[in-house]
Structures are given as structure tokens and as C-alpha cells.
């Protein structure tokens, strides 16, 4: 079983800054893309930020200059570092990770994980 855990989320005055965490544990064998999605009600998921294995990145447009995305592969962990934070920043925000894993018959396994979400407020 691979799981994905939280971390970092909050309320924060406009201006202000947050670090996201996002950890997967199991018997990964590797992570070929983990990124950040947020969701706001009524409203579709909205990829925020990714990152593949060999360091390559993408931002959603709103946010380049202000959020950085990072990754410890020997950790599995990936980080998502949030400066100058706006109202219209608040959302659940969600880990994602495309990986591959080892089954409990030692067969690789492809899938599409999702974290279980943190809330991320921007309000004065």
C-alpha cells in the first residue's frame, strides 16, 4: 500500500508565506511526477505546480514568482514553498504522485496516488 501525507497548511495573513510537505511512503520504486493540485468549491482541480524526476518544472500561470515546488527523491518527499500568498490562493490543496510500486506478489506496479488534502486559508 502507498500512501501520501499532508503537511503544511494553515491560515496566513495576504503576504504572507507557507511550506507544503507532501511525503509518500511504501515500497516505491520510483516517482516519475509529483505535484500539487488545489480545489475551491464549485470549482474544477486546478494543477498548481509539478515536478518530474529529472528536476523539470511546471507552474499554473498565477502563481509563477511566487510558489516553488522541490523534491527529495531519497525521501520521496516534494515541498511546495508559497510566498506572497493572496485571498485568491485559498483552497484544499492536494499532493498527487505518479509512481511505480512494488505489489505484495513483487510485481511493478503504475499508478496515480492523491493526498488527502490540507486547507490552505489567505485572509486578513
Known amino acids: 500500500q502507498v500512501y501520501l501525507v499532508e503537511s503544511g497548511g494553515g491560515l496566513v495573513q495576504p503576504g504572507g508565506s507557507l511550506r507544503l510537505s507532501c511525503a509518500a511512503s511504501?515500497?516505491?520504486?520510483?516517482?516519475?511526477?509529483m505535484g500539487w493540485y488545489r480545489q475551491t468549491p464549485g470549482k474544477q482541480r486546478e494543477l498548481v505546480a509539478n515536478?518530474?524526476?529529472?528536476?523539470?518544472?511546471n507552474y499554473l500561470d498565477s502563481v509563477k514568482g511566487r510558489f516553488t515546488i522541490s523534491r527529495e527523491s531519497a525521501k520521496n518527499t516534494a515541498y511546495l514553498q508559497m510566498n506572497d500568498l493572496r485571498p485568491d490562493d485559498t483552497a484544499v490543496y492536494y499532493c498527487?504522485?505518479?509512481?511505480?510500486?512494488?505489489?505484495?506478489?513483487?510485481?511493478?506496479?503504475?499508478?496515480?496516488?492523491w493526498g488527502q488534502g490540507t486547507q490552505v486559508t489567505v485572509s486578513s
Open positions: 498527487n504522485a505518479d509512481l511505480v510500486y512494488r505489489a505484495p506478489n513483487l510485481a511493478p506496479v503504475a499508478e496515480h496516488y
Open positions: 511504501g515500497d516505491i520504486i520510483g516517482i516519475k511526477v
Open positions: 515536478i518530474t524526476s529529472g528536476g523539470g518544472t
